[in-house]
C-alpha cells in the first residue's frame, strides 16, 4: 500500500511540475509577442514616416 501511496504521490508530482513548465512557456510566449508587436508596431510607423519623406522629396523635384 506504500508504494502505491509513494507511486501516485509521484505520478501527481510530475504532472502539476510538467503543467507548470507548459503554463510559464504559454505565459513567456504572450509577454515576448506583445513586445514584439509593440518593437514592430514603432518600427512600421518610422518605415511610414520615411517613405514620406521620400515621397515628399520626389515631388519637390518635380516641380518647376
Known amino acids: 500500500m ?3 501511496v ?3 504521490s509521484v505520478v ?3 504532472y502539476l511540475l510538467g ?3 507548459l503554463a510559464g512557456l ?3 510566449h504572450m509577454l515576448f509577442d506583445r513586445q514584439r508587436a509593440m ?3 514603432r518600427y512600421e510607423e518610422a518605415l511610414r514616416q520615411w517613405h514620406a519623406y ?3 522629396i520626389e515631388k ?3 516641380e518647376p
Open 6 to 8: 509513494t507511486l501516485t
Open 60 to 62: 519637390a523635384s518635380m
Open 39 to 41: 518593437v514592430l508596431g
Open 12 to 14: 501527481v508530482g510530475a
Open 54 to 56: 521620400q515621397i515628399r
Open 19 to 21: 503543467l507548470g513548465m
Open 26 to 28: 504559454v505565459v513567456d
Open 2 to 4: 506504500k508504494l502505491r
